[in-house]
């Protein structure tokens, strides 16, 4: 089995921040991308941020500036540095790792159980 553990959410206020991580365990092999999503109430889930195994990385453009994604491929651990929060900023947080649990397999995508992070003006 894997899973995908994340931390760090909660109430903070506009202006505040806050660090996602998300620690990845059980039989993994290797993990390609990892990455954020989130989903607001009545909305549709929506990539915030994700990067590569080599460290390349996307945003979407809502957080570019105030967000930054980060990761430890010796801990197959993700993160998200989250600075100058916005009540649309408030959703639950998932996290999201494409990876292979042993030589040969497909990569598949893995899900977080989500995590609430809630931005008050």
């Known amino acids: 089995q894997v899973q995908l553990v994340e931390s760090g959410g909660g109430l903070v206020q506009a202006g505040g921040s806050l660090r996602l991580s998300c620690a990845a365990s059980?039989?993994?092999?290797?993990?390609?991308?990892m990455g954020w999503y989130r989903q607001a109430p009545g909305k549709q889930r929506e990539l915030v941020a994700r990067?590569?195994?080599?460290?390349?990385?996307v945003y979407v453009d809502s957080v570019k500036g105030r967000f930054t994604i980060s990761r430890d491929n010796a801990k197959n651990a993700v993160y998200l540095q989250m600075n100058s929060l916005k009540p649309e900023d408030t959703a639950v947080y998932y996290c999201?790792?494409?990876?292979?649990?042993?030589?040969?397999?497909?990569?598949?995508?893995?899900w977080g159980q989500g995590i609430q992070v809630t931005v008050s003006s």
């Open positions: 999201n790792a494409n990876l292979r649990r042993r030589v040969g397999d497909l990569f598949y995508e893995y």
């Open positions: 059980g039989s993994i092999f290797s993990i390609n991308a």
């Open positions: 990067i590569s195994s080599g460290g390349s990385t």
